[in-house]
């Protein structure tokens, strides 16, 4: 049995099998990982898609690799706060939040790495700073903006070597 897997969460107006986590996921298979994206398409709340990943992972019964973008990614992260992940993969995350600024998870005791585009007109780039330095995750800023999708193959590599560490 593979024990290697990976989920990820998407963000807030993409769904399961977007360009970037195709993308990933032919990455993430090509190294040996199985791989899921739950879909989260008409759950705004963030609280109610992190206790669908939080199902999700006490159902897989082993400890996996979490992925995420944007509001997937507070996603991913407040669940690895909360249980054993194998590690944590964040795509532009959405934290600190105006609303949703006490929900911001503390760190995870995983390896982490964020990439977050200096571009990003939705999310802004310091906030990824901000969460890495409390987290102590490796962070890597690029020149793109918040989709990423511009920028697939350098997100690839980075997330390559992430997954090549665990």
Same mark, same amino acid.
Request: with cysteine; aromatic share 10%.
């Given at each position: ?61 082993? /400890? ?8 997937? @990614?507070?996603?991913?992260?407040? +669940?690895?706060? $909360?249980? %054993? *992940? ?20 503390? /760190? ?8 977050? @585009?200096?571009?990003?007109?939705? +999310?802004?780039? $310091?906030? %990824? *700073? ?37």
């Amino acid at each position: 049995m593979n024990e290697r897997h990976i989920c990820f969460s998407h963000g807030k107006e993409s769904g399961p099998w977007g360009t970037k986590i195709r993308a990933l996921a032919g990455v993430a298979r090509a190294g040996g990982w199985t791989v899921e994206s739950l879909d989260y398409q008409g759950i705004d709340d963030p609280l109610e898609r992190v206790a669908k990943l939080r199902s999700y992972a006490h159902s897989y019964g082993r /400890p996996m690799a979490l992925a995420g973008s944007s509001m997937g @990614g507070f996603v991913a992260a407040a +669940v690895a706060a $909360e249980l %054993s *992940v194998a590690g944590l993969f964040l795509m532009a995350p959405a934290f600190y939040v105006p609303g949703y600024e006490q929900y911001v998870p503390p /760190p995870a005791s995983c390896p982490t790495t964020i990439v977050h @585009g200096w571009r990003d007109d939705v +999310v802004p780039w $310091e906030d %990824s *700073v901000r969460y890495a330095s409390r987290q102590r995750a490796q962070l890597v800023l690029i020149d793109g903006d918040h989709r990423l999708t511009d920028n697939l193959a350098e997100v690839g590599a980075i997330f390559g070597r992430f997954l090549g560490r665990l």
